[in-house]
């Protein structure tokens, strides 16, 4: 089946410095790429949509300059927070989307636990 | 505008009894509808999705849910909890024609004891 993996699983950064988490597709092309943030005991908040050769969407109230999304082909995407501080400390999840020959699916990545300090 | 509700927070079964988690829907469109899984610090797995085919969907680890549109619901259930469901449940309603983003309910903690 579909798999994404997403790197790193957990990271601790100091408050000033950026994190880059990385998602891939593993064995299908993705069309679309989410990225959500998900704080604990709550559900996931979709934070920007990005299609492959262009600019990511933002959801309203995400800071497009703070976190930096990058979908340089059809199998990986990033995203680099930047100039972390404490309250960006989350669980950030991203999810692929195939849309091809028959098949719509949303895979998801195992997520990665920010945490700065 | 598509959304979701999921009934309750926290549902607690025994090993054996059946499962019900609860989710109501609201869409002006036919909707395409999922529920999630989710392992405390892991990503999410697909359990099911309803896409305007048959109305009763099966899906994996036993559960299944039933899409009925008179009562804008989709509960998921399973006969016969095992302790491994021990989860955080979502149910996800995918947004028509707004670039087919997913909007999650609020989770449902499913508990189950010995």
């Known amino acids: 089946g579909a798999v994404v993996s997403q790197h790193p699983s957990w990271v601790i950064c100091k408050s000033g410095t950026s994190v880059k988490i990385e998602c891939r597709s593993l064995?299908?092309?993705?069309?679309?790429m989410f990225w959500y943030r998900q704080f604990p005991k709550q559900s996931l908040m979709l934070m920007a949509t990005s299609n492959e050769g262009s600019k990511a969407t933002y959801e309203q109230g995400v800071e497009k300059d703070k976190f930096l999304i990058n979908h340089a082909s059809l199998t990986l995407s990033t995203l680099t927070v930047t100039s972390a501080h404490p309250e960006d400390s989350s669980f950030y999840i991203c999810?692929?989307?195939?849309?091809?020959?028959?098949?719509?699916?949303?895979?998801f990545g195992s997520g990665t636990r920010l945490t700065v300090v | 505008a598509q959304s979701v509700t999921q009934l309750d927070s926290h549902v607690s079964v025994s090993e054996g009894t059946p499962v019900l988690l609860r989710c109501n829907y609201s869409s002006s469109y036919s909707p395409s509808l999922f529920w999630y899984v989710q392992h405390p610090n892991k990503g999410l797995q697909l359990l099911l999705k309803?896409?305007?085919?048959?109305?009763l969907v099966k899906g994996i680890n036993g559960f299944e849910a039933e899409f009925k549109k008179s009562e804008t619901s989709f509960h998921l259930t399973k006969p016969s909890a095992h302790m491994s469901d021990a989860a955080e449940y979502f149910c996800?309603?995918?947004?028509?024609?707004?670039?087919?983003?997913?909007?999650f309910g609020t989770g449902t903690q499913l508990k189950v004891e010995l």
């Open positions: 999810s692929a989307r195939e849309f091809i020959r028959g098949r719509d699916g949303y895979t």
């Open positions: 064995d299908f092309q993705a069309t679309t």
């Open positions: 996800v309603v995918r947004i028509t024609g707004g670039g087919n983003k997913l909007t």
């Open positions: 309803y896409t305007s085919a048959a109305t």
